[in-house]
């Protein structure tokens, strides 16, 4: 009998058969079960690219003619094993970002050549190596123009006028931003190669909005109509 009266009693079906319900699944009641595996699809998925081939966009861009081709030369090398040497033995794959680094000093970007030459060095698979260079937006997989400008795009930026700054830099040097798909591929070049630009998020200097980076260098309060001066102040680049 129930000790309170608010709460009705359940009866108990005397006559039910235990052995009749369904058998809790065999990790317990919490493990989900198998979905079901639609074999027609899996039969009829296209061919696998590889993961270079899927991964990276290496085109061929008119800023390629700044930098050389990738190659394996001796300061690479030494610059590559003394970065590594940093690392445990066992931990060399922590060389990543500083290998991809010095790859993107030399060449400019990140080929498909130069990830498998990191893979190579480090011991790990290309698409542990292709995981990084596609997350940080830092590293480029296509060659920039010789100046490579970073138009801050975050909040103060945007509130600041930095969408009119890239639509003016882009008017001056003469590039189609719209010739390709922004997200897949978020650089564009100059017919000529000397410029290319690239939407980048909060610089950290939100207080100077708009902010641009032209290669390493830092400029700040740049307003639309000051690109041409900017663009100008690098002619001797
Ligand atoms: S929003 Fe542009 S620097 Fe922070």
Redesign the pocket.
């Known amino acids: 009998m129930s000790s309170n009266p608010e709460i009705p009693e359940v009866p108990v079906d005397q006559n039910a058969d235990d052995s009749k319900q369904p058998a809790p699944p065999a990790g317990g009641i919490n493990t989900p079960l198998p979905r079901p595996v639609d074999r027609t699809a899996v039969e009829y998925l296209p061919p696998a690219l590889s993961v270079l081939e899927q991964n990276i966009h290496s085109a061929k861009t008119p800023g390629e003619k700044f930098f050389p081709s990738f190659a394996v030369t001796e300061g690479l090398e030494e610059k590559a094993n003394e970065r590594i040497a940093q690392y445990p033995d066992d931990q060399k794959r922590s060389a990543v970002l500083p290998l991809l680094h010095e790859v993107q000093h030399r060449f400019g970007y990140i080929s498909p050549e130069s990830i498998d030459w990191v893979s190579d060095k480090l011991d790990i698979e290309p698409i542990k190596v292709v995981e990084v260079v596609t997350f940080y937006p830092g590293f480029r997989q296509k060659a920039p123009g010789k100046l490579h400008i970073r138009v801050?795009?975050?909040?103060?930026?945007?509130m600041g006028g930095?969408y009119e700054l890239m639509d003016k830099l882009c008017e001056i040097a003469r590039i189609d931003r719209n010739a390709s798909d922004p997200h897949k591929d978020p650089i564009a070049v100059s017919p000529c190669g000397n410029y290319s630009v690239e939407f980048a998020e909060?610089?950290?200097?939100?207080g100077t909005?708009?902010?641009c980076l032209v290669n390493d260098d830092f400029h700040e309060d740049v307003t639309f109509d000051k690109a041409k001066e900017l663009l100008n102040s690098y002619q001797n680049a």
Request: net charge positive.
């Open positions: 801050c795009r975050t909040l103060s930026c945007a930095s909060c610089l950290a200097s939100c909005a708009p902010v």
